[in-house]
């Protein structure tokens, strides 16, 4: 038995406290199947927090969303797109269009010709991230998508911050170079719509410095960024239980590579989850600066030396992962802790990295 847990009171909580720390509109980012949490479940929890504007990736999840019932919300599909399919069906799905490009500008608007259709879309601005939006010496393209009414209204402009949880400097000018961008339109006479840049940590790093009119909001409804005065709390954890326990003698090898030998005679206890299920597969990320590369360096050489350690809730209690993770499983050292076969293994586990073939269970 194994199960992914996601409390519902835990992320009603979060969205309470994102909105309460944005004071403008949360746009909800549910990309990625609400980052592990289930797009639909979120979105559902969401929209009783009260949020109705909705963003997304990938055009298939506006029609996923619309298909579930979630007619009347906004949602944003931030990805700029010249490719037919994807307008087709973010069209179809009555979603907010992203322009980023003069080529995705004429792709949209040669699709309402053909199709004599109007769409709304939002304005994206490459500030820094090197994926999509007009560069802002683009200023003459990007106006002209403002001028493509009726076919295209432009309701909104944003950015994307491509440093917000540790770059300040960075993020002040990515800011500024939108915020100029939106300034210049007025004074062009052209309502900009709203701008909207900070992610999560845009928001919990920095007040409200940059809120702006809207927020778009990913993983702090995972509770999983860093920010700990906020008051967030970690959504997920995978639920097992112990289905083996075995006593070893001294000095025997466990798990793959011998990555552990026992220096006394040892209780394990066999939980059935492994990287597959996606324990333990998240420290290789977010190398991002000097310092996370040292940490990750030294945390490879202790894993190496078998001194990395690993824990896992067994009846409320730490065990001890022995060796390394499997595939499918893990070894726990439960010497003296009177664990019994069927015994409940709590693991912590991004819901990321969950793999999607597991159960989710919602409480
Ligand atoms: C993923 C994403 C977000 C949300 O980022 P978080 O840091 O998870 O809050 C916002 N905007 C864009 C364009 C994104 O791709």
Redesign the pocket.
Known sequence: MKRYVIDTAALASNAAIIRERAGVPV?A?L??DG?GMGIIKEAEILREAGMDFF?V?EPEEALTLREHGFLTQSILV?RSTAAEDEITKIAAANAIFTVGSPEALEALTAFCTQTNTTVQAHVKLDTG?G??GFLPTQYDQLRRVYECRPQITVTGI?T?FHS??GNAKETERQFRALTAVMDRLRADGIEPGIGHAA?????FCYDQKYTLDAV??????TGR?HAPEAGLQRIGYMESQVIEVRTVPKGHPVGYGAGYITRRPTEIAVVPVGYIDGFSVEKRRDLYRFRDLLRYVLDEVRSFLGKGKIFVRVNGKRARVLGHVGLCHVSLDVTGMGIRPGDRAVLEVNPLYVNPNVEKHYI
């Open positions: 746009i980012v990309k990625a980052y963003a990736t931030m991230m994926r999509y944003y994307h917000s949880f992610n999560s940590s845009g928001l778009r909001i990913g993983s702090a409804f960024i």
